[in-house]
């Protein structure tokens, strides 16, 4: 546990537990020496208000003693919730903005990480054919700039881009592996292929140890609720409230419900990406001697792999539909087809799903199933949560809530 006094002896002035950093808070945090004493490791997470970047402060809090900051842009309505649970004194938020180059350079140069995690992305597909500009600035273009500052500030520090399996898009083969040529469909997987070429290119012209994976659809009670796996786990809580009250439920409207997905949990992947970056501690073949140093050798960086996360299992978002209802012992049948199919509960005879065409895409992705089988060999990995079980969590978690704030309402 960190001391109020060596807080005050990293940040150089008294600051309060919910305080939000100023960069030019982070005094001390760049006397080498002094780090070197100290012996912690500084990361940089960004996208912490959101899932991922939420699990894995998390996950470092409890399986390491790094001081984290988390990365959040300065705005005047709360959006801090997936950390509201946090209070450690080894977390701290810090303001900056991934479309600011300068703020970014401003940022690396004085907090001097040893990890930094790029978890903030425009990452709704849906969105990035509306907002496809600021899509590939957010995405692509602030990638280039932390990787030009970590090459001028700290070229030792760890870099992570989250990758995605968008970037395969429209698929030549199934399942999809680090081999798979990118194919990218929509400006969202445009960006992610085009951040994996210059990350790759940093890389490779710098020795700077910059990697970025590629994550299959991953979920969790975290999920923004744009996502179909939340919208559907939210609308199957409310849906259950309504017909337990004796309501006509209002049905869930959803676009292309043929699609065919590899969900895997959020907060199994975060602990991947952490041993992504620290690969010479699970790689037998390679030496860890080479990766503690100042600056690394072509030879340590060549060695580094990138790799695909996935469940290694594919489902329609029918039958995720399906599951979700049966979690809350509600069964129901598919009547129609195309945009009149529909989803009947059997025992009211209610509609529960719809088909609204404004949620279809202008191009989609049929199909994602990966092959994770490189990771889970060279990290003796498996996921702890199937896909059952992650459809289970996720409404379970729904329809708590659901009840609790019925409870609060009648009270
Ligand atoms: O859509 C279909 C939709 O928005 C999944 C992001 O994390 O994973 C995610 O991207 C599928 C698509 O996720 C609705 O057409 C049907 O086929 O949940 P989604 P996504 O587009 O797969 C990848 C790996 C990422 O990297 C992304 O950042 O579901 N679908 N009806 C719908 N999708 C939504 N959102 N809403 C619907 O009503």
């Known amino acids: 546990m960190l001391t109020q006094n060596l807080r005050e002896t990293l940040l150089g002035k008294k600051i309060d537990n919910a305080n939000i950093l100023s960069i030019s808070d982070a005094k001390l945090i760049r006397d080498e020496k002094l780090r070197q004493d100290l012996d912690y490791k500084i990361v940089i997470i960004t996208g912490v208000t959101g899932q991922d970047g939420s699990h894995m402060v998390d996950y470092l809090l409890k399986h390491t003693n790094a001081i984290i900051f988390g990365g959040v842009r300065r705005l005047s309505v709360y959006n801090h919730k997936n950390l509201a649970h946090i209070s450690s004194d080894r977390f701290f938020l810090v303001n900056f903005d991934l479309t600011d180059s300068h703020s970014i350079a401003s940022v690396i140069d004085k907090i001097r990480p040893d990890y930094f995690i790029n978890f903030a992305a425009q990452s709704f597909v849906a969105s990035s054919w509306d907002f496809a500009r600021q899509t590939w600035e957010t995405n692509c273009t602030a990638v280039l700039d932390i990787l030009e ?184 049948r598919w009547e129609g087809t195309d945009i009149n199919e529909k989803y009947i509960d059997n025992n009211t005879n209610h509609v529960l799903i719809s088909i609204n065409s404004n949620f279809y895409r202008p191009a989609e992705v049929e199909l994602l199933l990966g092959d994770s089988t490189e990771f889970r060999n060279d990290f003796n990995w498996t996921p702890q949560t199937s896909f059952k079980e992650l459809v289970q969590k996720m409404v379970s978690h729904d329809h708590a809530d659901q009840c609790r704030n019925f409870i609060r309402s009648i009270k």
């Open 149 to 332: 500052a970590i090459r001028l500030y700290r070229p030792n520090c760890r870099f992570y881009n989250a990758g995605s399996s968008e970037e395969f898009g429209n698929v030549s083969y199934s399942p999809q592996n680090e081999l798979h040529p990118l194919k990218p469909r929509s400006p969202y997987g445009a960006s992610k292929a085009a951040a994996r070429q210059i990350v790759k290119v940093y890389r490779d012209s710098y020795n700077l140890y910059a990697i970025q994976s590629w994550l299959f659809n991953h979920e969790g009670t975290r999920r923004g609720e744009e996502f179909v796996t939340r919208k559907i786990s939210k609308g199957v809580a409310r849906i259950s409230h309504e017909i337990s009250q004796g309501v006509v439920p209002t049905p869930i409207e959803l676009g292309n419900i043929y699609a065919k997905r590899d969900w895997s949990d959020s907060e199994d992947f975060v602990q991947c990406v952490w041993m992504m970056l620290n690969q010479e501690r699970y790689r037998s073949e390679l030496n860890p001697a080479q990766y503690c140093v100042p600056v690394y050798s072509p030879k340590a960086i060549e060695s580094l792999k990138e790799y695909v996360l996935s469940s290694n299992e594919t489902h329609t978002i029918k039958e995720f539909i399906e599951l979700a209802f049966a979690c809350l012992s509600i069964r129901g």
